[in-house]
Each structure stands twice: as structure tokens, then as C-alpha cells.
């Protein structure tokens, strides 16, 4: 579903570039929950920008769903992104929006009108346990309920992958659980392809089919998390982020 082809990106920093990814190579099965873990300042999120071109490549190809996103114009990248939905670790709600109102968004940017809109966004709703929250704002709602409510709206267009960039950070313990029983709901029964970038090895370990470790923007190692027993990690990056659970 997803392959990055040598993708790197540098930022201008001072006299010489910044390389916040380096050249790296990464692949994601169909249906696959990949997960992306490191330390702070890794690289992650910079990696997960990249794959729907939040951020642009200095280098490398990217393809998802058999597309080449970094050679598309404008208007077919934005196509193109109807089918990646992507959710925040600060939520990014509209506060003056109802929930319902917040799943519609992206549906009307999309073109679509009338009742299949509405429709459509109650079906979200309810597919991530908020039916019965559809009239609340999200001054209304806990963290979990706003995360879900994003969830909702990130699934509104019916995307193939649903990238999460830290979306547990500002949830407590039991709170981020319920959070990644949804997701793992969601995976299961569309078969959506989960990318999730996280600092927490609990996250990964609960979610998880496999997990790139990433240290000073380079993927380290890849584990495979299906395994019955836990995964031995060869890296230094890895082994400490296993020490530090």
C-alpha cells in the first residue's frame, strides 16, 4: 500500500542543511498497522508528513496505492489525498462546529452536497462509538471523545491508509486503551492500512503488526511485533527504547 523509494528531506538550517530524514527505504503492507517509534526529535513525524506530502521530499519517490504522489500537480494531489486520512495529536477540531459539523468538513471540501453528507458523518459517528454526540462541540467533549470525533472525520472520505501523528500523547492511560481499540476496530473491519507515529513502545506493542525505530532520522531497524515471543532488538535505539518501558 505504501512504498518510500530513497526518500529524504532536508531543511535549511545555517550554512548547511538539516537532515531531518535520510535517505531510507520503507514499505507497508495492505491492511498492515505499521507503527513509527523513536525518541524525540527522530525523524517520525517528519516521515509521516512525507507520505501524504505534508512535507516534500528532497529526494526519493513516494507511492501509495500504486500512485506516485511526488510527481502529481496540484489538483490530482489533492485527489490523491481523498484516499489518506490523517489525524493530529492536538485533535485540529473547528471549535464553532458541531461533531457532526467537524465529520461533514471534509466531505463538503470533497464537493459532496445535500443529505448523503450528513448521513455519511452519522455513520462515522457511530462507527466510532459517538452516535449519540453528534449535536456536542468539542468544548462539550473529553480528549478521547475530540480524538474520535477526528478519527471520525479522517474516515468521512473513505480513505485506503489513516495516518496518526501521536494521537494518544494528550490522553490519559485508559483513555489512549479505548483509543487503540478503535483503531484496531477500524483496521479489522475496513481494512484500512494504519500508519502511527508514536514515542510510547506500549502504543506500538498494543497496535502493531511491525515497527520502524527511527534514530536521527534514520530507520535503525524494523520488528515484527506478531511474533509469540517479543521481539530481541539488535539496535541501540532499540534496545534502549525497550529499557525504557
Not at 496540484?74 to 462546529?97: E, K
Request: glycine share 8%; hydrophobic share 45%; charged share 20%.
Amino acid at each position: 500500500m505504501i512504498s518510500l523509494e530513497g526518500v529524504a528531506k532536508s531543511f535549511a538550517a545555517g550554512p548547511r542543511p538539516f537532515e531531518a530524514v535520510a535517505p531510507l527505504c520503507l514499505r507497508v503492507g495492505s491492511g498492515e498497522v505499521f507503527g513509527i517509534i523513536g525518541f524525540s526529535g527522530a525523524g517520525k513525524s517528519t516521515l509521516l508528513r512525507l507520505i501524504n506530502l505534508l512535507e516534500r521530499p528532497t529526494a526519493g519517490e513516494i507511492w501509495v496505492g500504486g500512485q506516485r504522489l511526488d510527481l502529481l500537480d496540484a489538483a490530482a494531489l489533492r485527489q490523491a489525498r481523498r484516499r489518506i486520512g490523517m489525524i493530529f495529536q492536538q485533535f485540529n477540531l473547528l471549535h464553532n462546529h458541531s461533531a457532526l459539523e467537524n465529520v461533514c468538513f471534509p466531505l463538503r471540501i470533497a464537493g459532496l452536497k445535500g443529505e448523503a453528507v450528513a448521513a455519511r458523518a452519522r455513520q462515522c459517528l457511530e462507527l466510532v462509538g459517538l452516535a449519540d454526540k453528534a449535536a456536542h462541540y468539542p468544548a462539550q467533549l473529553s480528549g478521547g471523545q475530540k480524538q474520535r470525533v477526528a478519527i471520525a472525520r479522517a474516515l468521512a472520505t473513505e480513505p485506503q491508509v489513516l495516518l496518526c501523528d501521536e494521537p494518544t500523547s494528550a490522553l490519559d492511560p485508559h483513555t489512549t486503551r479505548e483509543l487503540l481499540a478503535v483503531l484496531r476496530d477500524i483496521n479489522q473491519r475496513l481494512g484500512v492500512t494504519i500508519v502511527i507515529v508514536s514515542h510510547s513502545l506500549a502504543v506500538v506493542r498494543a497496535l502493531c503488526d511491525r515497527v520502524a525505530v527511527m534514530e536521527n532520522g534514520r530507520v535503525v531497524e524494523e520488528l515484527d511485533l506478531r511474533q509469540a515471543e517479543p521481539p530481541q532488538p539488535r539496535s541501540d535505539a532499540a534496545r534502549r527504547l525497550f529499557e525504557a518501558v
